[in-house]
Structure formats: C-alpha cells, structure tokens
Nanobody
Framework: QVLLAESGGGSVMTGGSVRVSCVAS????????GAWFRQAPGKERDFVAA????????WYADSVKGRFSISRDTGADTVELLMNNLKPDDTAVYYC?????????????????WGQGIQVTVSS
C-alpha cells in the first residue's frame, strides 16, 4: 500500500513563500508521476503541478507558472512544491498524488494515491 504524507504549509502574507513536501511510504515516486492539486473553499479540486515518472519533466497550471516549482529528491521518496510570490487566491488545501502505474501526468483520474491534504493560507 502506498501512503502519502504532506507537511509544511501554514499561513503567510501576500508575496511570501511556502514549501510543502510529500513523503511516500510503501513505494517511492521513482517511475511514477507525482503531482500537487489544490481545493479552495467552495471550489473543485484543481491541478497545480506535476513531475514526470522519471523526474525530467514538469507541468504547471497557468495560474502558478513562474511562481511555483515542483521537484523530487534524489532518492525519489519526496516530492516538494515551492510556492513563491503567493497571492490570496492561492489559499487552499493542497493535496499530493501519485499513480499506480506510470502514465502521462494529466487529470485527477490519472492518480490513484492521495495524501490527506495540507492547508496553505495567504493573507492580504
């Protein structure tokens, strides 16, 4: 069984930075895409960023391009999301996700394992 545990997050002022991390147990991210999604209050869960199965490719939602960066550690046990120049619209619960088998890191239905989520709050 693959378990994902998020950490980091918290509250920050507009323009600040936050790093959220996701540690996998039961299996690493090596060979499987990892991604971050977020759900703001009253809204659906949306894609934020993804990193490819081998770690060489990254994708971002238009709303976070140039501000957020997804990465994976050398051992591929952890996927991180560094969020810079945060805005109040970035306030959400952030979820880490990975796959049962390697697929193109696309939509939510392409991910089989999910973390519990972690809150990021940006104040103006």
């Amino acid at each position: 069984q693959v378990l994902l545990a998020e950490s980091g997050g918290g509250s920050v002022m507009t323009g600040g930075s936050v790093r959220v991390s996701c540690v996998a147990s039961g299996r690493s991210f090596d060979g499987y895409a990892g991604a971050w999604f977020r759900q703001a209050p009253g809204k659906e869960r949306d894609f934020v960023a993804a990193i490819s199965c081998l770690g060489g490719g990254t994708w971002y939602a238009d709303s976070v391009k140039g501000r957020f960066s997804i990465s994976r550690d050398t051992g591929a046990d952890t996927v991180e999301l560094l969020m810079n120049n945060l805005k109040p619209d970035d306030t959400a619960v952030y979820y880490c996700a990975t796959q049962r088998r390697c697929k193109f890191p696309g939509e939510q239905q392409d991910y089989d394992y999910w973390g519990q989520g972690i809150q990021v709050t940006v104040s103006s």
